[in-house]
């Protein structure tokens, strides 16, 4: 079971909600993923329109919780801001918190992360960084007060995978005890096996399904993918070796030269 | 089966009877949040509205009521899907439209044999505010391969502008809402509407 | 006066926030405030007094990654 912030989880799959193509996809892909988190965010709406309120149904409807983002944040201060009305409206102390740094990678900023952490988890927010795989910047967020990191696997919605794989198994090997969970830049479920495989607690997926031919049977794969790879690392694997072993046994073998 | 190119969506009877004469063929009536008792009135009066202007009436989800009151044609999404009684509607001739999103909803879609599919949102659109994602030119082009003779519709964020690209991008029909209804003049938007879709043809 | 609300300028008469809201249309719904930057909690907006030029930012739950 995944521990985080006190909530006991049995699914390691956490969905984001955006680019999908409608809400009864975005429905069904939630329900094809057995996922129990799901990210959400606040936007501007206009006094007429009811489409947040829909989205807020639907999304209760789900019986999920939510973890709100402060997505296209880029100063301390917005991040921050965004994070108290989060809190209002979602009534929930978590928080997933982007702190943007440069638009082309959409990288975080991780000093303004390292400082609007500071101020949230004094305000009793229980904050969900999205991070580098930066030791100290880990570090920090640590101090900071974060009991839980989001290290990154790749830009947000580039699909590659896990880019620094030495990087992110050094964080790993350095904080064994926090939970760690990969997110942005996933594009297919073997990214995600992988990232169970090499220890990491649970995976955010969002681009990879709502944006595939079909997202509902992607969210289901994702899902296996994630309890696949959980179980094989749980299960011991074998080394790998730079020779080859026989795997059939030598003795008993026939002359037949 | 061929179907007129432009297809405004309107949410009421009396916009129906303002489209006869203006050479739409092809009408959808969308209404929501209405009480039974008012729905069908409104079916009913867009119907005949129709018969007497020589358009084909889409009734938006309300099949059963679409059956009753005998109209040519329903839409209907992929939540109707479930509890629709697609045989009954085959049964009396009324013809099916369904919506669709993605390839898992297409696949649903194709397997019902519909008289036309349609994609959307293909921009995004100022009636639904909520950011789905468009669907873009390029899934049209990609649906219009998978669909073959069955027609497809774009709707979604559809305007005069953008209409000779869409139909280039593979649409048969343009279905709109917004670019005619919210105009300050629609008679005279449609006709232009008609005026692209003849020369695109 | 007139107030920016979510990027777009409006005429007010409304003093407190929670007055123009209620005249944009945002009556019941759940919604989160900002007046200048700074976050405006539900209880606060009736004791909310605006100024001539504020930038007033009404946000909904939206979809997210």
């Known amino acids: 079971m995944l521990e985080l912030y006190g909530a006991t989880l049995r699914s390691r799959l956490l969905l984001g909600t955006a680019r999908y193509s409608s809400p009864a996809v975005l429905k069904e892909a939630v329900a094809a993923a057995r996922t129990e988190v799901v990210t959400v965010s606040l936007r501007r709406e206009a006094g007429a329109e009811r489409a947040g309120q829909g989205f807020w149904s639907l999304i209760r409807e789900l019986g999920v919780r939510v973890l709100p983002n402060t997505a296209g944040c880029h100063s301390v201060k917005e991040a921050v801001t965004t994070a108290h009305m989060a809190r209002e409206v979602f009534a929930t102390p978590w928080v997933k918190l982007e702190v943007i740094g440069e638009d082309d990678t959409l990288q975080p900023d991780v000093f303004g992360l390292a400082e609007a952490a500071r101020i949230l988890c004094g305000e009793g927010f229980e904050v969900f960084p999205y991070t580098t795989e930066d030791l100290v910047v880990a570090e920090r967020l640590l101090t900071a007060g974060c009991r839980v990191l989001m290290p990154w696997g790749a830009p947000i919605g580039s699909g590659r995978g896990l880019n620094n794989l030495f990087g992110l198994g050094a964080l790993r090997a350095h904080f064994p005890h926090v939970p760690l969970i990969i997110d942005a830049g996933l594009g297919v479920p073997s990214h995600a096996a992988h990232a169970m495989e090499l220890g990491f607690d649970a995976v955010l997926v969002n681009t990879a399904v709502a944006q595939a031919g079909d997202p509902v049977a992607m969210a289901a794969a994702f899902a296996q993918a994630v309890e696949a790879g959980y179980a094989a690392r749980a299960a011991g694997p074998i080394e790998p070796k730079d020779f080859g072993t026989p795997s059939t046994p030598v003795i008993g073998q026939a002359f037949l030269g | ?201 | 006066m007139k107030i920016l609300v979510n990027g777009a300028w409006h005429d007010t008469e409304a003093v407190k926030l929670a007055v123009a809201l209620g005249e944009l249309g945002y009556g019941d719904q759940v919604v989160a405030t900002a007046v200048n930057g700074e976050f405006v909690g539900a209880e606060a907006r009736a004791h909310t007094t605006l100024a001539e030029g504020d930038r007033v930012e009404v946000l909904a739950p939206m979809q997210g990654g």
Request: with cysteine; glycine share 8%.
């Open chain 2, 1 to 201: 089966m061929t179907l007129a190119r432009v297809y405004p969506i309107v949410d009421s009877a009396a916009w129906v009877a303002r489209l006869a004469g203006t050479g739409v063929r092809l009408v959808q009536l969308r209404i929501k949040d209405t009480p039974q008792a008012q729905l069908r009135a409104e079916i009913r009066g867009a119907r005949q509205a129709c018969a007497a202007a020589g358009m084909q009436l889409v009734v938006n989800d309300y099949w059963q009521l679409a059956l009753e009151e005998q109209c040519d044609f329903v839409h209907l999404g992929q939540g109707d899907l479930d509890s629709a009684d697609v045989a009954a509607l085959r049964r009396v001739g009324v013809r099916l439209g369904v919506s669709t999103h993605d390839h898992r909803e297409l696949e649903r879609a194709l397997a019902l044999r519909p008289d036309y599919v349609a994609l959307g949102p293909i921009y995004p659109t100022l009636l639904k505010a909520m950011p789905w994602q468009p669907q873009g030119l390029e899934r049209l082009s990609e649906w219009k391969r998978r669909l073959g003779a069955i027609p497809l519709v774009a709707i979604g964020g559809l305007t005069l502008e953008r209409l000779a690209g869409v139909y280039a991008a593979g649409a048969d029909v343009a279905a709109v809402v917004t670019d005619i209804v919210r105009n300050s003049q629609p008679e005279i938007r449609v006709r232009q509407w008609l005026t692209v879709a003849e020369a695109a043809a």
